[in-house]
């Protein structure tokens, strides 16, 4: 396993609730800002469990 891969395991269900999120936005339940929110901390996310290990 790469360490990419081992920093995207924890990730997985936060890039499952996108889709939710967006369907949430389109229904106009939540701001798009949290839309746009997930991704950066997708990002964060992986990039601090890549320097761990």
Not at 20 to 31: E, I, M, N
């Amino acid at each position: 396993m790469t360490r990419l891969q081992a920093a995207l395991i924890p990730a997985l269900p936060t890039m499952v609730t996108l889709p939710l999120c967006a369907a949430l936005g389109v229904a106009g339940v939540l701001p798009w800002g949290v839309l746009f929110a997930v991704p950066v901390a997708l990002a964060l996310l992986a990039l601090v469990r890549a320097r761990r290990k």
